[in-house]
T-cell receptor
């Protein structure tokens, strides 16, 4: 079974631009969560999608948004990029929603904002 | 607000040693605790998931224990190998369903 895939793997953007990251979950998994990892803040939860609906949201500004499609694939969008948005963005999929289900992570997208 | 602390932050040991990594959390009302490893610049690999009703989980040379009442978990690595070198993260999920991660323990096992 293929693992979680994320595209692109690396991205360089300029302040003020916007960016869209993509995540394809493991086949059969219906929940997708997004995380931001930085040296300063560690790994922080962004949001979780299940059945095309956002179920949980972390403490991030509205510039961070996401969506999930009917095939469970998910996209994350960051508008008006800031230097502080430079990070490794990880997505994780699980069979169902909530902590009872084990999460499987993708390799991440490394975003650099200049 | 849940806070997760991992001690030590870094560890360097010779091959063959048995290791204990610690994870503590402030709110004992958790659903589960999960241990991950992360190789440099890569995603997370799930090692062990302990539900709140369980006391421990084992996988190969790894054993994780959970003591909810004291807010602690330990990850025991037996007979460490250079391939175990990575950062080990623990994450707890509570009533909000939002997982909280520790900052990790960076482990180097040298031959």
């Amino acid at each position: 079974k293929a693992g979680v895939t994320q595209t692109p793997r690396y991205l360089i953007k300029t302040r003020g631009q916007q960016v869209t990251l993509s995540c394809s979950p493991i086949s059969g998994h219906r929940s997708v969560s997004w995380y931001q990892q930085t040296p300063g803040q560690g790994l922080q939860f962004l949001f979780e999608y299940f059945s095309e609906t956002q179920r949980n949201k972390g403490n991030f500004p509205g510039r961070f948004s996401g969506r999930q499609f009917s095939n469970s694939r998910s996209e994350m969008n960051v508008s008006t990029l800031e230097l502080g948005d430079s990070a490794l963005y990880l997505c994780a999929s699980s069979l169902g929603q909530g902590p009872a289900y084990e999460q499987y992570f993708g390799p991440g997208t490394r975003l650099t904002v200049t | 607000k849940q806070e997760v602390t991992q001690i030590p932050a870094a560890l360097s040991v010779p091959e063959g040693e048995n290791l204990v990594l610690n994870c503590s959390f402030t709110d004992s009302a958790i659903y589960n605790l999960q241990w991950f490893r992360q190789d440099p610049g890569k995603g997370l690999t799930s090692l062990l998931l302990i539900q709140s009703s369980q006391r421990e989980q084992t996988s190969g040379r790894l054993n994780a224990s959970l003591d909810k009442s004291s807010g602690r978990s330990t990850l025991y690595i037996a007979a460490s190998q250079p391939g175990d070198s990575a950062t080990y993260l623990c994450a707890v999920s509570g009533g909000s369903y939002i997982p909280t991660f520790g900052r990790g323990t960076s482990l180097i096992v040298h031959p």
